[in-house]
């Protein structure tokens, strides 16, 4: 059983900054792609950076600059470092990553239950 669990999500002023962590658990051979997706009240969910085992980085238009993903392989842990926070930011963001459980099955997506940021005025 593969879990993945985020924290770090809060209330902050707009100009501030959060760091958002993922870990990943349970049986796992390998992970190959992480990312970020966050869903704003009465918005669809939308891609925010992704993050390839090798540290190959993308990232939404509207989060360049202010957003860097990174990941600790040996943790299993990918994290989003946000700066000059905006109230359009305020969602629910959501880990996902894609995970070999084994070394001959092929891989599958799996999601986070989410953690709430809040941007202020």
């Known amino acids: 059983q593969v879990q993945l669990v985020e924290s770090g999500g809060g209330l902050v002023q707009t100009g501030g900054s959060l760091r958002l962590s993922c870990a990943a658990s349970?049986?796992?051979?390998?992970?190959?792609?992480m990312g970020w997706y966050r869903q704003a009240p009465g918005k669809q969910r939308e891609l925010v950076a992704t993050?390839?085992?090798?540290?190959?980085?993308n990232y939404a238009d509207s989060v360049k600059g202010r957003f860097t993903i990174s990941r600790d392989n040996a943790k299993n842990t990918v994290y989003l470092q946000m700066h000059g926070l905006k109230l359009e930011d305020t969602a629910v963001y959501y880990c996902?990553?894609?995970?070999?459980?084994?070394?001959?099955?092929?891989?599958?997506?799996?999601w986070g239950q989410g953690t709430q940021v809040t941007v202020s005025s």
């Open positions: 993050i390839t085992r090798g540290g190959s980085t």
């Open positions: 996902n990553a894609n995970i070999y459980v084994t070394v001959t099955a092929e891989s599958s997506d799996y």
């Open positions: 349970g049986s796992i051979f390998k992970i190959s792609a």
